[in-house]
């Protein structure tokens, strides 16, 4: 059970490691999120159903939409420019910093996927977007990934997100994917997830949705927390 909650925690920042805001976007992004293959009913109720993206400079704010990967781990909160990651708890009002585990996963931390361009151009919410071939490997398990990319809507990496828990480091694609298809063979199981954004608003975010709240406490990640997954 510990290795497939790494799994699914890696699975829902994949798209949060990619894509943080430059100071020139600034916004609001909603996905839906549909499951398809094989044994994806034992994951229904746990994934979420969609996501929604806030943006500002280069922090990100990730927060899960259904299902019980939701309750469990709150919003996702990614601060750029100090190269942190944290699990907002609001139930709890505790702040879970995330960070790489030493040692036996370094070698992964450093992999870099293999990124191929396709030739497939479509229109997404208004900007046209690039298709991409993404293949890695995560916890043991490789993940193709397809990114439709709106190469107008500029973002970047945060700096130091390897140390963030932010597994995936997406080098060579400069922009927004408003669509993403990811393929994961789990546990002798393959399923497909497809996040279409069905919303994009461009304009100011209230800062305090990219904050620790003060009166949270500040803990460090500890998976065994979360239902003896980590056992």
């Not at 396709?118 to 193709?144: A, F, L, P, R, S």
């Not at 963030?164 to 400069?174: P, S």
């Not at 305090?208 to 990640?221: A, I």
Request: proline share 3%.
């Amino acid at each position: 059970m510990k290795k497939l909650f790494f799994t699914l925690t890696a699975f829902l920042l994949l798209f949060a490691a990619s894509t943080q805001a430059q100071n020139k976007f600034e916004g609001k992004v909603v996905f839906e999120t549909k499951y398809m293959g094989e044994g994806v009913d034992q994951f229904a109720a746990f994934m979420p159903s969609g996501m929604t993206y806030y943006f500002k400079g280069s922090d990100l704010r990730l927060e899960m939409n259904g299902g019980m990967a939701a309750a469990m781990m709150g919003a996702i909160l990614v601060k750029g420019d100090e190269g942190v990651s944290y699990m907002l708890k609001e139930s709890e009002m505790v702040a879970y910093k995330i960070k790489k585990e030493d040692g036996e996963d370094d070698e992964e931390m450093e992999a870099k996927p293999t990124i191929t361009k396709e030739d497939e151009v479509i229109t997404i919410q208004g900007h046209k977007c690039q298709k991409y071939k993404v293949v890695m490997v995560t916890e043991g398990n490789e993940v193709t990934q397809y990114l439709w990319v709106a190469e107008d809507i500029k973002v970047k990496k945060p700096k130091g997100a390897k140390d963030t828990g932010n597994t995936i480091l997406i080098e060579g694609i400069d922009g927004l994917p408003l669509k993403k298809m990811t393929t994961m063979d789990m546990m002798g199981m393959s399923f497909t997830s497809v996040e279409t954004c069905v919303k994009l608003d461009t304009g100011k975010q209230d800062k305090s949705l990219f904050e620790v709240p003060s009166n949270y406490k500040v803990e460090d990640f500890d998976p065994s927390m979360f239902g003896g997954m980590g056992n």
